[in-house]
């Protein structure tokens, strides 16, 4: 699915880093479960980062994603989510399910709480080879920056 999503997105995204060596990284037990689309991307050795609409989106590999779930405390704050990139600026973005049910969600990590994060996109695939999610993403990083 990597090599699938990575050759088809959106042509508003743009891949600045990430994706050039090999994907050979084991991938630890993660909890709560990554969805596919992440999964394909965990076992890489190094983030993956993209221009999405000229909006920045990280995407933690596998040992980013553990450590970052745990220094900024998701499993405390927001029990059901799981944390997997972020914005270079203070804002998350999260698989989680909540309201608008489960997707990809924006949320600053100053303010991790359910009621104040934003669901952008159904999933990663969704954002970066759907196009889904643009203007959300795009209305929450400029309210941000």
Request: charged share 15%; glycine share 10%; hydrophobic share 40%.
């Amino acid at each position: 699915m990597k090599k699938q999503m990575l050759n088809t997105l959106s042509s508003d995204v743009v891949l600045l880093a990430g994706g050039n060596q090999a994907a050979n990284c084991p991938i630890p037990d993660i909890s709560p479960a990554p969805p596919p689309d992440y999964h394909a991307l965990l076992c890489h050795p190094n983030d993956f980062e993209f221009s999405v609409n000229g909006c920045y989106v990280r995407i933690w590999n596998a040992a980013g994603c553990l450590e970052l779930n745990r220094e900024y405390h998701i499993a405390l704050y927001l029990p059901q989510a799981l944390a997997i990139g972020d914005d270079g600026g203070g804002g998350l973005f999260l698989y989680m399910t909540e309201q608008q049910g489960w997707g990809l969600y924006y949320c600053r990590a100053a303010d991790l709480d359910a009621a104040e994060a934003a669901k952008i996109a159904d999933s990663l695939h969704g954002l970066l080879v759907e196009g889904r999610g643009r203007a959300q993403l795009a209305a929450l990083y400029s309210e941000t920056k």
